[in-house]
């Protein structure tokens, strides 16, 4: 029986090897057709493709005949030019051709791999061979396959595009829904004053992750250690309210941009930063949108822009790409009713947002897969806009966070909950911040449920994770008079019960 067991597992070992191998060739393998020819601009089909990929253009030739059996083994296939990848859309691509004249609608297309570097075991590097030809060991290469412990990360010039997990052998595992998740916030520091809002990322350029704060009128990086977080340095902002944070590497350096999201008057006008030799310094103001990243591994891909004004609240949401120092807009994306820019992430294929309404909404594509039930109340972010006589409060939400748990990927999103000062009064209060895990049961169905021991008797005003796997939390709460409002920050520990 142990013997049988032995090569029950050793089958499954090798064909979950093969499944990975398989996911691997065919992310090395994209390919498609071109669809549309204008001038220089070549349009594709090819999926998950990243802007400043190469695509070999092929042209089918004669049909290739075995001599013996007469059955056919494809057609003869010419290379005819090369195309860059300019602009990614959902269903499409827009590319500027480098080589070659005559492209025409139907022409084959496929990616150019012209190196890839491997970083681990001997296991991966033999497993990457026996896909690829042009595997070496070295850090100059436009692709980079760096193994870690749980799967294979692929780098494009620099930034994270893909993630494959080892696959894992033995009894299937319970779903993210049936195990029961116990958390612990670890506090770690007193802030100096409330925090609006807050994010993680490398503003520096040395591969690390550093905690950088939203308050009231200044941004502030910290550096991670252990069990602190020590002050790097700071940027006080022009006149305005800021209401949220984000970084992500939108712009032209290798580094995380901090775009800090501001209301002055009636309208939005946010700022975009950058570090530079150790000072945050302005690459853009007076920029007329409230801006987000919906997917950090794909930054320049999923950089957006909604329009906000006391009018007509949150508007059309528009595409928009960091060049230099100026701000393009490059088409509307085609947002969800009730769409809010402030609370929106990608989760997989899905877009997880919380809406006007209050209402947690997870959609994939153009259809409602999720709404919950109660609603969720924001946090201290929030702006105060008079016109007249007339006095409009606009309370903006904590973004959710991506989290790795075990094998598990989830979505942590913070959900706080408003006290009757805020409803009898109209003074902004809340009573208490928990977080919520939205996370995958199949495809195209979801399911969320409240954290055991997430809840903190102030409002949660943000939730990030770090590249290794850490998680923090950033809580406010407000006193009578404005030097009573402070911040905490926490550290979760997770344990399964």
């Not at 949150?314 to 402030?342: H, T």
């Not at 989760?347 to 153009?366: C, H, M, P, Q, T």
């Not at 949660?460 to 994770?465: E, G, H, L, P, Y």
Request: proline content about 3%.
């Amino acid at each position: 029986m142990a013997r049988l067991v032995l090569i029950f597992l050793l089958f499954l070992s090798f064909s979950l090897s093969d499944e990975l191998r398989e996911n691997l060739k065919s992310f090395f393998e994209r390919e498609g057709y071109v669809i549309k020819v204008e001038g220089d601009r070549v349009w594709v089909d090819v999926k998950n493709l990243r802007e400043k990929e190469e695509l070999i253009v092929l042209r089918e030739g004669k049909e290739i005949i075995h001599p013996i059996t007469k059955q056919s083994l494809g057609r003869e296939l010419e290379k005819i030019g090369k195309v860059v990848v300019e602009e990614v859309k959902d269903k499409f691509s827009v590319g500027r051709l480098l080589e070659g004249k005559d492209v025409r609608p139907g022409d084959r297309v496929k990616l150019e791999i012209k190196s890839v570097c491997y970083e681990g075991s001997e296991e991966g590097y033999f497993l990457l061979s026996s896909i690829l030809s042009k595997v070496e060991r070295g850090k100059n290469c436009n692709y980079t396959v760096r193994e870690f412990e749980r799967g294979y990360g692929v780098e494009f010039k620099g930034s994270a595009i893909a993630f494959f997990e080892k696959p894992t052998v033995g009894i299937p595992r319970a779903s993210l829904e049936d195990i029961n998740i116990l958390v612990k916030g670890k506090f770690v520091k007193q802030l100096p004053s409330l925090p609006i809002s807050a994010d993680v990322g490398d503003v520096v350029g040395d591969g690390r992750d550093y905690l950088v704060v939203l308050f009231s009128g200044k941004v502030e990086v910290y550096e991670i250690i252990r069990n602190d977080i020590v002050l790097k340095t700071a940027y006080s902002l022009p006149a305005g309210v800021p209401v949220s944070l984000v970084l992500a590497s939108v712009g032209d350096e290798k580094k995380d941009y901090i775009i800090v999201n501001m209301i002055s008057g009636t309208g939005a006008n946010s700022v975009i930063l950058r570090m530079v030799g150790g000072v945050l310094t302005p690459v853009l103001k007076d920029v007329p949108y409230i801006m987000g990243v919906l997917d950090k591994s794909r930054p320049k891909e999923t950089f957006l822009g909604q329009r906000f004004d006391s009018k007509v609240k949150f508007g059309n949401v528009i595409r928009l790409s960091l060049e230099g120092n100026r701000l393009q807009e490059r088409g509307l994306f085609l947002a969800p009713r009730g769409f809010r820019i402030d609370s929106a992430i990608y989760y997989g294929n899905y877009l997880i947002f919380v809406d006007s309404a209050g209402r947690l909404k997870v959609f994939e594509d153009d259809s409602e897969i999720y709404a919950s039930e109660d609603s969720f109340d924001g946090s201290y972010a929030y702006v105060e806009i008079v016109e007249g006589d007339l006095k409009h409060r606009f309370v903006f939400y904590p973004k959710p966070a991506l989290v790795k748990l075990m094998n598990f990927s989830l979505t942590l999103v913070p959900k706080n909950t408003g006290g009757s000062v805020l409803k009898i009064l109209d003074v902004l209060k809340f009573t208490r911040g928990e977080l919520v895990i939205v996370g995958e049961k199949k495809k195209r169905l979801v399911f969320s449920k409240t954290v055991r021991g997430s809840e903190f008797l102030e409002a949660i005003q943000a939730v990030v994770s770090t590249k290794d796997g850490r998680v923090f939390v950033l809580t406010g709460r407000v006193g009578t008079i404005p030097v009573q409002s402070k911040g905490d920050l926490y550290e979760l520990e997770f344990r399964l019960l």
